[in-house]
């Protein structure tokens, strides 16, 4: 909900055209809004009435959002348009990249740049001539909108809460481009190989008795490569939905790309309850199988509760899927309230269960993050590697040192602040 500045309507205010604009504004923001539900919205603030602003809010968003993703988007775009007098000046000082006077020292909101780019769709994004009282000698305003890094580049660092929408569309095509390669795992299998070091008497033996008993060759062996199954654990909360969305992107290409190594890839997504959507991800079509995984999980966007999910998990899964050396991956901010006592033995027995326990956390994309949260003191000793997980370079730099048993990521340095 957002914070409401105070509305002052004129005599003939045209509502029915307005709540028009704006539900071509959220259309134009990615919720499918059709005639129907602007006929419907109209009625239901005819019926309603419009002397409560907090009501007014609430018809809006039941005729308009029926899915948790919507919420962050509709809130920014209702507060952009209906409650913000300087709403226009914020727009363009986020779609450009340095406006003098206009562009404000402060990241955008979730879902606000979109917001801003549905709103500006089709208008002159071209600032007019500006005149300032020491301006009034003809001095023109600079307008330095030149990038210093390809579009690409720059969307490689983006942070992912902070892309409109079609940002995300285009991180989505590069993400499925992307590979996580990994090592393959010797294993105690053998295999006939002429430059094995390994003799294989029965073979040798079996191949002496068709010669008459004479031996002319020893058979060789060498060991067989085997590949690990990838487990990944994904937070769907509130704090997390953006990113837990853009990376299941990531995580179908991975578990759909052919040769890429790995022996099967398993999802499930947590929030106050555990969810299996490994099916979903072998659907090929990827937003069927996001559609499918979104629908089965019904905590997306609630509160967080990662001890239980993790106990669940451990309880009911982890023997079936994390045989054969796996390789987990637990995406998630670690903002866990409960007891931290019982979350530090489940991430302990988690992390006995696997080759790798290695945790993408998009809170460390802040230069000043402090492993202050309990949840996240409880948590980060019994880690592998402690990464961030909020853009597409974050994601490059892990299919890079995935394989590497000796990669720590900034956990050594983070321990060593809680230590003190």
Not at 97 to 126: I, M, N, S, Y
Not at 129 to 152: C, H, K, R, Y
């Amino acid at each position: 909900m957002p914070e409401y500045a105070p509305l002052d309507l004129p005599e003939n205010p045209k509502l029915t055209h307005n709540i028009l604009h704006f539900a071509r504004a959220l259309r134009k923001g990615g919720l499918p809004v059709g005639t129907g539900r602007v006929v419907d919205a109209i009625r239901a603030v005819e019926a309603a009435g419009f002397t409560d602003k907090r009501d007014f809010y609430w018809v809006l968003h039941a005729c308009f959002v029926n899915r948790p993703e919507h919420r962050a988007i509709f809130a920014q775009i209702f507060r952009l348009y209906w409650r913000d007098p300087r709403y226009l000046e914020h727009m363009m000082s986020m779609m450009l990249p340095a406006v003098r006077g206009v562009q404000e020292d402060r990241t955008a909101k979730p879902a606000e740049k979109r917001a801003a780019e549905a709103l500006l769709d089709g208008a002159d994004r071209d600032v007019p001539n500006q005149t300032t009282e020491e301006d009034e000698d003809g001095t023109e305003i600079e307008v330095d909108a030149t990038l210093t890094m390809s579009g690409e580049e720059r969307l490689r660092t983006l942070d992912f809460e902070q892309m409109s929408t079609e940002e995300v569309a285009q991180a989505k095509r590069m993400l499925a481009r992307l590979t996580l390669p990994v090592k393959p795992i010797a294993s105690r299998r053998r295999q006939a190989s002429h430059l094995g070091h390994r003799i294989d008497r029965g073979r040798t033996l079996r191949a002496a008795m068709k010669q008459g008993g004479e031996l002319h060759s020893l058979a060789r062996v060498k060991p067989r490569d085997r590949w690990p199954n990838l487990v990944v654990l994904c937070d769907i909360s509130g704090s997390m939905s953006q990113y837990s969305r853009i990376i299941l992107h990531f995580l179908h290409a991975v578990s759909n790309a052919k040769g890429a190594g790995w022996a099967k890839v398993h999802a499930f997504t947590f929030g106050t309850r555990l969810t299996n959507i490994t099916r979903h991800l072998a659907t090929r079509d990827v937003d069927a199988a996001l559609a499918a995984a979104g629908a089965e999980a019904q905590d997306w966007e609630g509160g967080t509760r990662i001890g239980d999910c993790l106990h669940a998990f451990n309880r009911d899964w982890s023997r079936r899927v994390m045989g054969q050396g796996a390789v987990v991956l637990l995406i998630t901010d670690g903002l866990d309230r409960d007891d931290p006592e019982p979350l530090a033995r489940e991430m302990e027995r988690l992390r006995l269960s696997a080759r790798r326990l290695i945790w993408l956390n998009p809170l460390l994309r802040w230069d000043g993050f402090a492993p202050k949260a309990r949840g996240i003191t409880a948590m980060l000793p019994h880690v592998d590697s402690f990464r961030a997980g909020h853009s597409i370079a974050s994601l490059e730099d892990l299919a890079r040192v995935i394989s590497r048993p000796d990669d720590m990521g900034e956990k050594t340095r983070l321990l060593a602040m809680i230590e003190r």
